[in-house]
């Protein structure tokens, strides 16, 4: 079995049907990029993998071993959803930093408000792990800095680093580059490309399809709720097989 997979995930909003029976599989230490027009389900889907959004129903499966029944666990308590929750590492668009704190506090908040050892000793070292992910992502003489006093890529390059601290299995990315401008992108872009090139499993919603093209090990296509089609990106991107991806990336050259 794959090292993650989704199976049959669907989602509502009232009347309206977001996710209409979503399936796709991944194994550790791949890059799997998504991809499609705004409204086809991506950040819904995204959401429903880090537990922000509850899916209807389907199943999500974690090292060979069902991890969550959607018609079956969408009732747990909220502590237990937290718990799953932390399996999963998610940066947003929008960067979501804390902006009463420094960047190292940024990165330090939630290893220690989940610690057990609360001892000086362990506060050092999330501090001093907090500081080499700093360093991974060129940011390290930042580290007692705020995020207003950062440009937009470097705040994004700070969420990467704090999405790291608790050691995710899986990392998934919102689109990270939308916000920024294109000399900013690419700050953003060469940390993710050593992320994949570390084997870092991830899954990435993005609108660069030259990232998605290079970087990716697979990358499916979503459009009206659905997977509309999947595969190696050189084939998917030289010899589409659907209309509606061939129209997709028409309209995106």
Do not use: W
């Amino acid at each position: 079995m794959a090292y993650f997979a989704v199976e049959n995930v669907t989602k509502s909003f009232g009347s309206t049907r977001v996710l209409k029976g979503v399936d796709f599989s991944m194994e550790k230490g791949e890059v799997l990029s998504i991809i499609g027009s705004s409204g086809s389900g991506k950040t819904t889907l995204l959401r429903g993998i880090n537990f922000l959004t509850l899916p209807d129903t389907g199943r999500f499966y974690l090292e060979d071993a069902c991890f969550f029944n959607a018609v079956k666990d969408k009732r747990l308590p909220e502590r237990e959803i937290r718990k799953k929750r932390l399996h999963f590492g998610l940066v947003f668009q929008s960067f979501n930093l804390f902006p009463q704190y420094s960047v190292l506090d940024n990165l330090c908040l939630a290893p220690r408000c989940l610690a057990q050892d609360k001892s000086k000793s362990a506060q050092e070292e999330t501090r001093s792990r907090a500081m080499d992910l700093l360093n991974r992502v060129g940011l390290a003489d930042k580290a007692g800095n705020y995020p207003c006093e950062l440009s937009g890529g470097q705040q994004q390059r700070v969420a990467i680093a704090r999405a790291l601290m608790l050691s995710p299995k899986v990392l998934c990315f919102d689109e990270p580059t939308s916000a920024l401008d294109p000399e900013l992108t690419g700050e953003v872009l060469r940390v993710l490309k050593d992320l994949a090139a570390e084997r870092i499993t991830m899954i990435i919603v993005t609108h660069e399809m030259k990232f998605a093209r290079e970087v990716s090990d697979k990358v499916i296509f979503m459009a009206d709720g659905v997977v509309a089609e999947e595969g190696d990106p050189e084939r998917l991107f030289t010899d589409p097989q659907t209309p509606r991806l061939k129209a997709f990336l028409a309209n995106t050259r």
